[in-house]
């Protein structure tokens, strides 16, 4: 009697060590490990506990506490929408947004819209966003200035979700589409205004030689006169040697008599 008693003894340590490893496999550790880029949410018999695990070990209270692991990367959410621009043309509109939970409040975020935030935050603020912004707008402004409309978007998303401890990193607008009946419309514009521009180039070439050509005849013109003048005092000192010439030719070598002895003087040049 006494050895089988004492071969009952001999087996608790192995049947103590079966029930721990069985409550380990249960859940019942006192510890959890929060991976990097996460925190974790405590949870106490069902209810989220105020504060939040940071990375690495923290102790709770097996089987009474769980915890949830909240990832707080950037992560990317990408969203289309159709909206009406301020001329009343439909824009379907693809948005890019990179964002990421506020780490000190994942608690509050779990409890208040659980793990399914972008589809009930998220998506449907990007929604009404897209469609109050392209309002502002109209369709050729959002294609003119698309910075501008990112950056309106990205502000007015930004505090949208920042009231659900959402922070915004980053936003991008990959494209905006139009109809086709717009996109037509566009570019017969855009080939009229390459003709008008053709034309005023046209006109302007025209312009710059005509002046070019009037400054020339005005330059000609000017030469003309001077060689006028050159030639008109010429022939003037032409016919004045030729008039003082026949005088000479009619002289017969007799001075003129003159009342006061003086001597009558010819130029001759």
Known sequence: MVKGVGGGFGKLPIIAAGVILLLLLMGGTPWTIVGPGQRGVLIRLGAVQKGVFPEGLNFKMPFIDSVV??????????????????????VSTTIATNYHLMPEAV???YQKIGAAFEDKVIQPAVQEVIKAVTAKYTAEELIAKRHEVKSAIRTELADRLAVFNIKV???SIADFNFSEAF?????????AEQHVARAKNDLERIRVENEQKISQAKAEAEGLKIQRQEITEQ???????????????KWDGKLP?????????????
């Open 69 to 90: 692991k909240i990832n707080v990367q950037v992560q990317k959410n990408v969203a289309k929408a159709d909206a009406a621009s301020k001329d009343l043309q439909i």
């Open 183 to 191: 996109n037509t419309a566009i570019e017969s514009k855009q080939i």
């Open 107 to 109: 608690d509050e975020v």
């Open 235 to 249: 022939l003037l000192k032409l016919r004045e040697i030729e008039n003082q010439k026949k005088a000479i030719e």
């Open 257 to 269: 008599s003159v009342t006061g002895g003086a001597m009558p003087f010819i130029q001759v040049k």
């Open 169 to 171: 990193v980053e936003l």
